[in-house]
């Protein structure tokens, strides 16, 4: 196969200027986008659900707003009116939506088409998006690579050019995941900053603290314009990086599998310090102690919801046994990686106290790293640390127990709980394979604005 390029697409914002100057239409460029999603949705089965009809009609007359006439997608995960929520799941009884989430109202009533759902991996719990419900999602870049997870539709439909912005969740990384595999950018920002009603599986305890909704499009400056729409609060106006701090990661533990990575990180962070930021190296000696605590909140928190969603419509509860030996024969009612990750986790569920004791930590942490970043930092790191591989081979890299420093950088967003984003560096391609890494930029909850503003300088500097 020949090595993917990067696409020659038109952002949102550009699509937006189009229309509003008279130069396309938003029923052309709505059907643009459904003739694409058709065309290549054997190759890439990324939607779920398409409503062509729908959105054809509502381009007919947009309303009118920021977002006008814009078409976008969402995760199968955010309720819509008259869907239903499966999770990729064909165990769990889908939920019916009688309302659109907050978030999803958001959108519409700021112009946008919701043109499409996308596929997930079930119960959105594992980096690479594959069910037995509704399939294998593939790479855009590489049709033989994982698209990645949990947000992996998204992440294929942006990616290829059957929507200009997606919209997701992140919870140990299912935006910037995507985002790095498939070569757009990917922001999630902290867990309290965008309206999480009705998008599945709000209120699992401390853990969905770690759960963030964002946008994945094709420019920083369309994650701007989208997360403007969906956030709690504005947006300060872009402003100039000199003398932002660019924090530069000591004693971070990380492995670094593909070395452009390291030269996609190496390239932003020279972008950034000509920009006028400020290097300053900062100790992250904690990081190893704080990922291994993972699992067992996890186990804590979420096992006992996955079991419940694992009782099927007519009351069978979901029995490990029996499931093993379905495994075994290859007869699964539940997708292999994420059955994997519920054995695992199930292992190691703490005590009471010892629950109490770790969501402290994290807590603390919390504090700790978000003073340090004030107002005014922002870290960079690489978001993965490896490029997409072959399908079967993620879930391989990313659930293998003990420190695994291939995702520490992802995941530390998460427990942690800043806002962050992935930019892909189309300069530092793989010569051999042609795919792109990703660069992540972090910052403390309320520093977005600094955090895009910077984002938006590493974007011209490295794709």
């Not at 994650?223 to 609060?233: E, G, K, Q, S, T």
Request: hydrophobic fraction near 40%; proline fraction near 8%.
């Amino acid at each position: 196969m020949n090595a993917p390029k990067r696409p020659s697409l038109p952002d949102a914002t550009e699509l937006l200027r189009q229309m509003r100057e008279g130069e396309r239409s938003a029923v052309d460029i709505v059907d643009e986008h459904l003739r694409r999603i058709e065309r290549l949705h054997p190759t890439l089965n990324a939607a779920i659900e398409v409503m062509a009809d729908e959105a054809r009609r509502k381009a007919q007359k947009p309303r009118k707003g920021p977002l006008s006439g814009l078409p976008v997608t969402v995760k199968e995960t955010f309720a819509l009116k008259g869907h239903q929520i499966t999770a990729g799941s064909l165990r769990m009884p889908p939920v019916e939506c009688h309302a659109d989430a907050p978030v999803v109202a958001r959108l519409r009533r700021a112009g946008a088409i919701i043109i499409a759902r996308s596929n997930v991996p079930e119960f959105v719990m594992t980096p690479e998006t594959n069910n037995l419900r509704w399939g294998r999602t593939n790479n855009p870049l590489d049709p033989e690579r994982v698209a990645g997870g949990s947000t992996g539709g998204e992440g294929a439909l942006v990616g290829s050019g059957c929507s200009p912005a997606g919209l997701g969740t992140d919870i140990l990384g299912s935006i910037r995941i995507p985002g790095a595999c498939c070569g757009v950018v990917g922001f999630r920002p902290a867990s309290e900053l965008v309206d999480k009603t009705d998008v599945w599986t709000s209120g699992v305890g401390f853990f969905e603290t770690w759960n963030g909704i964002g946008p994945l499009t094709r420019s920083v400056r369309d994650a701007r314009l989208v997360y403007d729409v969906i956030a709690r609060r504005k947006l300060a106006a872009p402003a100039d990086v000199q003398d932002l701090r660019l924090v530069i990661p000591t004693r971070f533990k990380l492995s670094i599998r593909d070395a452009c990575i390291d030269g996609a990180v190496q390239l932003g962070r020279r972008a950034l310090m000509d920009a006028g930021m400020v290097p300053e190296e900062m100790s992250f000696r904690d990081v190893p102690r704080l990922f291994t605590r993972i699992p067992r909140l996890v186990a804590a928190e979420a096992v006992p919801e996955w079991k419940r969603w694992l009782t099927t419509d007519d009351g069978e509860p979901f029995r490990v046994r029996q499931e093993v030996i379905r495994q075994l024969v290859r007869e699964p009612s539940v997708e292999p990686a994420f059955f994997t990750w519920f054995l695992t986790a199930a292992l190691m569920k703490p005590g009471t106290g010892r629950l109490r004791r770790i969501v402290r930590a994290y807590e603390n942490a919390r504090k700790r790293y978000h003073a340090m970043l004030g107002d005014d930092g922002i870290l960079i790191l690489p978001t993965l640390g490896l490029l997409p591989p072959r399908h079967g081979r993620m879930n391989l890299a990313a659930l293998r127990p003990g420190v695994n420093g291939l995702v520490t950088a992802h995941t530390f967003v998460n427990y942690i709980n800043l806002s962050a984003i992935t930019v892909p560096a189309w300069r530092s391609a793989d010569p051999e394979t042609g795919l792109v890494p990703g660069v992540q930029l972090a910052c403390a909850p309320g520093a977005e604005a600094r955090l895009l503003d910077a984002a938006a300088v590493l974007e011209a500097g490295i794709s």
